[in-house]
Every structure is written in structure tokens, then in C-alpha cells.
């Protein structure tokens, strides 16, 4: 049997934090031997807030290293650049014009973002669910792995997706969100009510996967908790244990009983040191190929051009189909 597809892709906007890792990236890893999976680095949809040209550069680099050194193996992933394809741009200008402006008014991540960027709410910003629309239709993608804050533009994509079949005809596949069953929303370590986020501005806030093993630790001490000093799973009442057991839990693959067991009658503070031991053991070899990569450009250049050329022969092939269905001329 043919194997599903898989697209997803991470915005190139600086260091991933642990909340990207543990809410993408480790699923994206399980999910490799599995399926065909395309991962991109989402170059384009960065430009929607404004960036240095040097350091956006860098970052996109940076991202395929981390790609590369979470686990996702070159060779079985196609691992691409969104602004190397240029069937992603175009498919996105078609799909603008089968797009509501109502629709994109819902958006929250719109509205987060026009708030934090409240001098530069651009046009991009707003049709941002469109291009990462275009993204994974232009693959037919049936899974796209991502956090929870991302469910609400999967909605938007099957909307846009529904509404071109009916209007032409079978042209795109339906896809499915994927979100893992824990750690879709790691939250922020100081204010354990927001999702962890790599733009927080607030350092200790997160933890990032190129922080080194002092500066984790360091988090975790001073990581936000509640007087009870009772290690027990409660979200609502308990935000910041809570968090702190989820991301323990994922990577020491444990359950929430588990982990209260483990923990019953000991305080915060060793709770708080075997977390941050975890992360810290987790991250090691993550951070040593990362560094080895980053070292190693030529290498890099060659996984980003051997995914680009896959990824454009793909995505080329759909949108001549969908050229074709709205009265293009294609040759
Ligand atoms: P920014 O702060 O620039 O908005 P971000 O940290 O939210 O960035 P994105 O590039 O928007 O990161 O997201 C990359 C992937 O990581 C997405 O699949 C997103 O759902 C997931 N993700 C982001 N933050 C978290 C989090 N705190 N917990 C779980 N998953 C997350
Ligand atoms: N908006 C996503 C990044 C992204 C993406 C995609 C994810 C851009 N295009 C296509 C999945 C599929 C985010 O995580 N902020």
C-alpha cells in the first residue's frame, strides 16, 4: 500500500524552543519511518514580521541543522525550502481569490499577532493561513503534525480545500491535523497560562534547544510552581506543575500517575532538578550533531537542494492541474 503524505514546517524566526520540539518536531521524528514526509522551513510566512535579511538567512540554515539533528533523517524526509518552490507563492495567489475575508478575520493567531506588531499589521499577516494553505495542498497532504495553535489554520486550509473540489472538481486532498496526545501546548515556564513561545520576550520564560545545560537547569529552578509542593496533575489549579510534568512525561515517556507516584512526599525541588535533568539528557546529542552540522554547510546546502528538487516536481504537478481547472493557459 502507498504510504500517506506528511507536510509540516516550522517558521524560521529564531532558536526553536523546547514547546516547538516537544509539540512538532519529536512527532515529526516518530512519524518518519512511517510515511512520505515533506518538511519545510517556512521562510516566506516569516516575512510577515520584519527581520534582518543577514540573521533570516542564518536562521533558515540553523533550522534544517536542527531539523537534521532532532532526527529526522535526510534520506527518508523530503527537507525543503518554502521560498525555493516557487509553486508555493502561486497556489497561494490562486487560493487567496477562493478565500473570504470573514474567514481570515477569525484567524486568532491574526489577531495575537496584530497586537504584538500593532505597527506593522500587513497584508501577509492577515493572508498568512492562505500561503500555509497552499503549503500543504500543493502536496496532497493527508497528516500535517503540528502544536495545538495551529488546529484552527488546519480548519481554514479543509475549508478553502472543500470549496475548490466543489466548485471544480476533485482537485485537492482533504488532510487531517495531527496533534500529538501530549504536548501540543507546552506552556511558558514564568507564565505557565501562555503557550511557550519562541518569541516570548522574556528569557527565562523558555527553554531553547541550543540553551546549554546550565542555562536549563537555571530555568527550571526559577520556573513558576504554586505552594502546595505537591507533585499532582491538575491544569486548571495547578498550570505550572502541571506543565513542568507534561514535558518530564513526554520525554521520559511516562503518565501523569506515574510521574505523581514517582514524585509523592518529595517537594518541588527535586522534581523541578529530575526535569531539568531530563531536558538537559535529551538535548545533549540534539545540541553536539547540531553544532556538527552547522560546521558543515556543504552538507547542509546538499539536503536543502536534494529536498527542494522533490519538493518541486510534486508540487509543479498540482498546480498545472489546478491552472488547468480555473482556465489558465498551461503549455
Ligand atoms: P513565534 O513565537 O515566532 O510565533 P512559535 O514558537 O509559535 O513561534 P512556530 O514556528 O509558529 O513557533 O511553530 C512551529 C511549530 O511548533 C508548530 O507546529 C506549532 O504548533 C508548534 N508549537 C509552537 N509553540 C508550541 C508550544 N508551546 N507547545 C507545543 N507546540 C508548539
Ligand atoms: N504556521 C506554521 C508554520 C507553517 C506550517 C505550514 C505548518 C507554515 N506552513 C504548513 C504546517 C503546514 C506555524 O507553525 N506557525
Known sequence: MEKKTILSGIQATGSLTLGNYLGALNNWVEMQDKYDCYYMIADLHTLTIRNDPETLRENTLKLIALYVAAGLDPDKNTIFIQSHIPAHPALSWVLNCYTYMGELNRMTQFKDKSLK??????????????????????????????????????????????????????????????????????????????????????????????????????????????????????????PGVSNLMSIYGIIKNKSMEDIEK???????????????????????????KYNELLENPDKLKAIYEKGDKKAKEKSDKLLKEVYKKIGLVVE
Open 117 to 238: 506588531h500593532a505597527d506593522n499589521i500587513n497584508s501577509g499577516l492577515f493572508t498568512y493561513p492562505v500561503l500555509m494553505a497552499a503549503d500543504i495542498l500543493a502536496y496532497n497532504a493527508d497528516l500535517v503534525p503540528v502544536g495545538d495553535d495551529q488546529k484552527q489554520h488546519l480548519e481554514i486550509t479543509r475549508d478553502i480545500a472543500e470549496r475548490f473540489n466543489s466548485i471544480y472538481g476533485n482537485t485537492f486532498k482533504i488532510p487531517e491535523v495531527y496533534i500529538g496526545k501530549v504536548g501540543a501546548r507546552i506552556m511558558g515556564l514564568q507564565n505557565p497560562t501562555s503557550k511557550m513561545s519562541k518569541s516570548a520576550v522574556d528569557p527565562m520564560d523558555k527553554v531553547l534547544l541550543t540553551d546549554s545545560p546550565d542555562e536549563i537547569r537555571k530555568k527550571f529552578k526559577k520556573a513558576v510552581t504554586d505552594s502546595e509542593n505537591c507533585v499532582r496533575y491538575d491544569v486548571t489549579n495547578k
Open 262 to 288: 514517582e514524585f509523592s512526599g518529595q517537594g518541588y525541588g527535586t522534581f523541578k532538578t529530575a526535569v531539568a535533568e531530563a531536558v538537559v539528557e535529551r538535548l545533549e546529542p540534539l545540541q553536539k
